[in-house]
């Protein structure tokens, strides 16, 4: 079974709105990573956030962590068409990092 | 370098078959993960090999099986498929923490 949730299921925005997704867990974890994938395709991954690290960027992406909430967010600034897409975290467990349990994913329609 | 690369891309088989998917990942990268994805079930974990050992497997049933040989290729196999198989089937190479996904295979059994 999925150990996260994703919130919301579907996200709509216009261009160079921002966009918020958000992602709970069950476990404790070593790291948090997020992920995209455009239309059944493979997962390109986008960020990596380590347990012990609460907020991370990486050009429009800004991902933070509150382990003591065991949820994360993903926000991306100024919107392009292009990020159209769905978004899934993934943690690994504190005892077994080699397996990625997925986030059910937020789908996200930015319209031009 | 080169990601990671799966073949083939797309897949019909009939109920009953087997069949075989192959991935080859990210050139050093000797940690491969292979998961299934389906509208239903999402995204779910199947088995993980490091030098060509299993080290971890999801909770899949035994007609699921992998291998990885010596170069950190690694091959999937499903025997006796069942319509529920169809899915894409996503492997990923793995460097330190970061876990990096192929484009699929997509298989349809009808």
């Known amino acids: 079974s999925q150990q996260g949730e994703e919130d919301p299921q579907a996200l709509s925005i216009q261009e160079g709105e921002n966009a918020t997704m958000n992602c709970s867990y069950k476990t404790s974890i070593n790291n948090l990573q997020w992920y995209r994938q455009n239309s059944g395709r493979g997962l390109v991954h986008l960020i990596l956030?380590?347990?012990?690290?609460r907020e991370k960027h990486s050009g429009r992406l800004r991902v933070t962590l509150d382990t003591s909430k065991k949820s994360s967010s993903l926000l991306i600034t100024a919107s392009r068409a292009a990020d159209t897409a769905s978004y899934f975290c993934a943690t690994d467990v504190a005892y077994n990092t080699d397996k990625l349990i997925f986030g059910t994913g937020t789908r996200l329609q930015v319209f031009p | 370098k080169a990601g990671v690369t799966q073949t083939p891309r797309y897949l019909i088989k009939t109920r009953g078959q087997q069949v075989t998917l192959s991935c080859s990942p990210i050139?050093?990268?000797?940690?491969v993960s292979w998961y299934q994805q389906t509208p239903g079930q999402g995204l779910q974990f199947l088995f993980e090999y490091f030098s060509e050992t299993q080290r971890n497997k999801g909770n899949f049933p035994g007609r699921f099986s992998g291998r990885q040989f010596s170069n950190s290729r690694s091959e999937m196999n499903v025997s006796t498929l069942e319509l529920g198989d169809s899915a894409l089937y996503l492997c990923?190479?793995?460097?330190?923490?970061?876990?990096?996904f192929g484009p699929g295979t997509r298989l349809t059994v009808l």
């Open positions: 956030i380590r347990s012990n690290e």
């Open positions: 990923a190479s793995r460097w330190g923490s970061e876990q990096f």
């Open positions: 050139s050093g990268h000797r940690s």
